[in-house]
C-alpha cells in the first residue's frame, strides 16, 4: 500500500508565502510523475503543477511565475513553493502520484487527503 500525506496548508495574507509538501511512504520501489492539484467547492479539480522523475516541470497558467514545485527522489516527497499568492488561490491542494511502481511490481496512481489553503486578510 501507498500513501501520500500532505502538510503546509493554513491561511497565508495576500501576497504572502506558503510552502506545500507532500511525502509517498508504503512499499515504492520508483515514483514516476508527481503533481499537486487543486478544487474549489463546487468545481471541477484543477492542475496546478506536475514534475517528473528528471525535473521536468509544468504549471497551470494561472500559477506561472508565481508557484514552484520541486521533488526529492531520495525521500519520494514533492513540494508546492507558493508565492506572491491571491484569495483565488484558495483551495483544497491535492498531492498526486502517477506511476507509483511498487516492490511488487505494480503500478499505481496515488492521492493525498488534501490540505487547505486559505488566502485572506
Known amino acids: 500500500q501507498v500513501q501520500l500525506v500532505e502538510s503546509g496548508g493554513g491561511l497565508v495574507q495576500p501576497g504572502g508565502s506558503l510552502r506545500l509538501s507532500c511525502a509517498a511512504s508504503g512499499s515504492i520501489f520508483r515514483i514516476n510523475a508527481m503533481g499537486w492539484y487543486r478544487q474549489v467547492s463546487g468545481k471541477e479539480r484543477e492542475l496546478v503543477a506536475t514534475i517528473s522523475r528528471g525535473g521536468n516541470t509544468n504549471y497551470a497558467d494561472s500559477v506561472k511565475g508565481r508557484f514552484t514545485i520541486s521533488r526529492d527522489n531520495a525521500k519520494n516527497t514533492v513540494y508546492l513553493q507558493m508565492n506572491s499568492v491571491k484569495p483565488e488561490d484558495t483551495a483544497v491542494y491535492y498531492c498526486?502520484?502517477?506511476?507509483?511502481?511498487?516492490?511488487?511490481?505494480?503500478?499505481?496512481?496515488?492521492w493525498g487527503q488534501g490540505t487547505l489553503v486559505t488566502v485572506s486578510s
Open positions: 498526486n502520484a502517477d506511476g507509483v511502481i511498487t516492490m511488487t511490481a505494480r503500478t499505481l496512481e496515488v
